[in-house]
């Protein structure tokens, strides 16, 4: 039960990141034996399936590394990723009854949601300083705690929870701190905008 725990909070976790690589990844891994999807989710290792998660990964590769497009991406996603991370738990979990299920769904989805919204604001906050270079790194973090997150998923699935666990009281803190940042720079921008609106001030 512990293990079946790690995963689902693991893969929900990771949707929340990226789901696209998440997808294809828990597929491959199922594929080449390396891991036991629990319930349904054994029909990620279909071909269609991983052709299709791989090919949205390389759009999504491309597009979280460009200022600006990243958080566009992101927006987009703000449903997709937590709708996902709650389908997959509820697919993973078809053994265990119609209520367990959709339990399942509502927690890991809420986990893909903080994973997503943590990730999000940090990209905004990455953006107020425009440059390539910080998003790339970034993105090829947040790519590779996938990976790491999905490895210990196939081999130690209980410690990819607790992983999961300690993000979740960390993201809270995270999360109070962005929001108290992005709106000092809402507000900056703001008033720049009015002072530069009156009559002879910036933009007169």
Known sequence: MLSEAGILAGGAWASGVNLYLTVAGLGIAERAGLMDLPGRLDVLSHPLVITAALVLFAIEFLAD??????????SFHTFIRPAGGAVMAYMASSGAGAEVQVAAALVCGTIALDAHLTKASARVAINTSPEPLSNI??????DASVVVLLWLMARHPVIAGILVLSFLVFSIWFLKVMFRFLKKVLTFFSRGNKEGGRPGGVGS
């Not at 590394?65 to 992101?74: E, G, L, N, R």
């Not at 790194?137 to 947040?142: I, M, V």
């Open 137 to 142: 790194a970034a993105s090829a973090a947040e």
């Open 65 to 74: 590394k460009i200022p600006y497009v990243d958080s566009a991406w992101d």
